[in-house]
């Protein structure tokens, strides 16, 4: 299976920021997705990005909140904007040719 | 109900047990079954997929689907400490997206 890399591994960031998460595949991918995983708990599908056109959100996630780019087929960013402590979790990439695999994930803490 | 359910645990079991992880599930059109494996602080990883009824083994691990019973397992034989972790399963229907359970935290005891 391809490798994903995840840019920041971590980071603390203050409230009202956004934080941009860039994820890179060694290899092309038909489908990339972000999630998002509380400690302790499952993942959570926060969209679908779609290469060259508008990402698709699942319901509870807004493209305003969580805006996504995917320019080819090998790399992807998430922005989380306008932080709030609620938006403390791991943020997870995704992709997807038959099976679907991870990135090492994104440790954000929002003060 | 939740789509899939997966016992939360925690497990702990003495090394060199047989472990035994289950799901049920309600949607009778999932075709595709997987289980992840979740190291503390790290991504998924993808330790089985299989395709609709039956038993798949890869080494130590055995996956094993019951479409009839909307059940599957995944079993770990001579479980290690290194397989200490979080296992996850997830199934799906065609290209529809990955539905998770909510995962097992198991510890093996040296």
Known sequence: SA?????PSRDICQRGTSLTIQCQVDSQVTMMFWYRQQPGQSLTLIATANQGSEATYESGFVIDKFPISRPNLTFSTL??????????????????????????????TVL | QKE?????????????????????????????????????????????????????EDGRFTAQVDKSSKYISLFIRDSQPSDS????????QGAQKLVFGQGTRLTINP
């Open chain 2, 85 to 92: 972790a979080t296992y996850l399963c997830a199934m799906k």
């Open chain 1, 3 to 7: 490798v994903i890399s995840q840019k």
């Open chain 1, 79 to 108: 922005t989380v904007s306008n932080m709030s402590p609620e938006d403390s979790s791991i943020y997870l990439c995704s992709g997807q040719n038959n099976e679907q695999f991870f990135g090492p994930g994104t440790r954000l």
């Open chain 2, 4 to 56: 899939v359910e997966q016992d939360p645990g925690p497990l702990s079991v003495p090394e060199g047990a047989i472990v035994s992880l289950n799901c049920t599930y309600s949607n009778s059109a999932f075709q595709y079954f997987m289980w992840y494996r979740q190291y503390s602080r790290k991504g998924p990883e993808l330790l089985m997929y299989t395709y609709s009824s039956g038993n798949k």
